[in-house]
């Protein structure tokens, strides 16, 4: 029984040994204008999953989502989220489309994850993925703001969404 426990101990050794000299060796092609592989694309996002459950506090967004709350997340997202997320004018960000991975277009396909997630994403960002901490830009209240503005995207009140249409056609 020892032996067989020191042969498994051994194996995963082994394995880990193996994968770090075949990333050394630069067997791993790290262009930003390649698709990631299935396993790599499976290992970061699980990887990003479990750290957002482990980290994130699950907070209901303290912010009520008034037609003025929602006005400022638009005014938010325009100034720092559209280079990347795309645009109010429904039009794909070409830097966004160029980061590696691929920006999330958010007004083209909004997201539908929890405001919490989206809150801790924000405020946090995501390693390796060109997403940068807002956290020493904008205030919480602010974060959340945009949040909101990002969850209701595709049922704003109308007053938003005139908001919205003005701000295309100034």
């Given at each position: 029984?020892?032996n067989?426990?020191?042969?498994?101990?051994?194996?995963v050794?082994?394995l880990?040994?193996?994968?770090?000299?075949?990333?050394l060796l630069?067997l791993?092609n790290?262009d930003?204008?390649?698709?990631?592989?299935k396993a790599?694309?499976?290992?970061a996002?699980n990887?990003?999953?479990?750290?957002?459950?482990r980290h994130?506090a699950?907070n209901?967004?303290p912010?009520?989502a008034?037609?003025?709350?929602l006005?400022d997340?638009?005014?938010?997202?325009?100034?720092?989220?559209?280079?990347c997320?795309?645009?109010?004018?429904?039009?794909?960000?070409l830097?966004?489309?160029?980061?590696?991975?691929?920006?999330?277009?958010?007004?083209?396909d909004?997201?539908?994850?929890?405001?919490w997630?989206?809150?801790?994403a924000i405020?946090?960002?995501?390693?390796n993925?060109?997403?940068?901490?807002?956290?020493?830009a904008?205030?919480?209240?602010?974060?959340?703001?945009?949040?909101?503005?990002?969850?209701?995207?595709?049922?704003l009140p109308?007053?938003?969404?005139?908001?919205?249409?003005?701000s295309?056609?100034?």
């Amino acid at each position: 029984m020892k032996n067989f426990i020191l042969g498994g101990i051994a194996a995963v050794a082994l394995l880990g040994l193996g994968g770090l000299a075949f990333a050394l060796l630069g067997l791993i092609n790290t262009d930003a204008d390649r698709t990631p592989g299935k396993a790599e694309t499976w290992l970061a996002t699980n990887a990003m999953d479990a750290s957002m459950q482990r980290h994130a506090a699950h907070n209901n967004n303290p912010v009520p989502a008034t037609d003025a709350n929602l006005i400022d997340g638009l005014k938010v997202y325009t100034m720092a989220c559209a280079e990347c997320h795309g645009g109010l004018d429904k039009k794909p960000a070409l830097f966004g489309k160029q980061l590696y991975p691929p920006a999330p277009q958010l007004i083209l396909d909004p997201i539908d994850d929890p405001e919490w997630r989206t809150f801790y994403a924000i405020k946090h960002g995501v390693r390796n993925t060109g997403m940068p901490a807002w956290n020493r830009a904008f205030s919480d209240e602010d974060i959340w703001k945009v949040t909101a503005f990002l969850s209701r995207i595709e049922k704003l009140p109308p007053a938003v969404q005139e908001h919205w249409t003005k701000s295309l056609n100034p």
